[in-house]
């Protein structure tokens, strides 16, 4: 079982519609992540939280509004998305700091989205 | 040129054989590589990391690195059907927090 845990695992939405993807780890990670993969595509980042606060956002779009409420929770918030945002959104954690081990990532399952 | 280059595959290989798997990277600062298994419809998952040079041996995967050459490498030796999967390479870019993608090896192995 995963230890990072993602719902919803499946989402349909319009475009003008407002949804939250949720992540959750308990495995005392203090770095979480978002990545969007595509169909035969690597998953690709979209923003980096380091002790609750946003240290990366690769010029994602306003559209997706990422909230880390807590160490072990991450949002993602998503309001007038594309058609072409459609695609898996994978969330992950890792050990932050000085840790031998840092940046091994833990994905969870990932939350699929759908945008018609 | 890409920050983290791998050859797409599809990669063939019998079982019982040596599966060989190759990544190069762009930035030279980077410390941290990894490889990641992923199956169809499902999430990436950890087989692998690396910090310094050498090899690695974890079971049947051993992880080779060469900073001077800003390669790494993924050997997977006694294949089994089972290893059919896409190996993700990944680095961390220097001292950030931001971990880079290669495009994704697909391997089959045969019976």
């Known amino acids: 079982d995963t230890e990072v845990t993602q719902t919803p695992k499946h989402l349909v939405m319009g475009m003008t519609n407002k949804k939250s993807l949720k992540c959750e780890q308990h495995?005392?990670?203090?770095?979480m992540y978002w990545y969007k993969q595509k169909a035969k595509k690597p998953p690709e980042l979209m923003f980096v939280?380091?002790?609750?606060?946003?240290?990366i956002n690769e010029s994602v779009p306003s559209r997706f509004s990422p909230e880390c409420p807590n160490s072990s929770l991450l949002n993602l918030h998503l309001h007038a998305l594309q058609p072409e945002d459609s695609a898996l959104y994978l969330c992950a954690s890792s050990q932050e700091g000085r840790a031998a081990n840092t940046g091994e990532l833990f994905f969870g399952e990932g939350s699929r989205l759908t945008v018609l | 040129q890409k920050e983290v280059e791998q050859n797409s595959g599809p990669l063939s290989v019998p079982e019982g054989a040596i599966a060989s798997l190759n990544c190069t990277y762009s930035?030279?600062?980077?410390?941290?590589f990894f490889w990641y298994r992923q199956y169809s419809g499902k999430s990436p998952e950890l087989i692998m990391s690396?910090?310094?040079?050498g090899d690695k041996e974890d079971g049947r995967f051993t992880a080779q690195l060469n900073k001077a050459s800003q390669y790494v490498s993924l050997l997977i030796r006694d294949s089994q059907p089972s290893d059919s999967a896409t190996y993700l390479c990944a680095v961390k870019v220097s001292s950030a927090s931001k971990i880079i993608f290669g495009s994704g090896t697909r391997l089959s192995i045969r019976p």
């Open positions: 495995m005392g990670h203090r770095a």
């Open positions: 939280y380091s002790y609750e606060k946003l240290s």
């Open positions: 690396i910090y310094s040079n």
């Open positions: 930035d030279r600062g980077s410390q941290s």
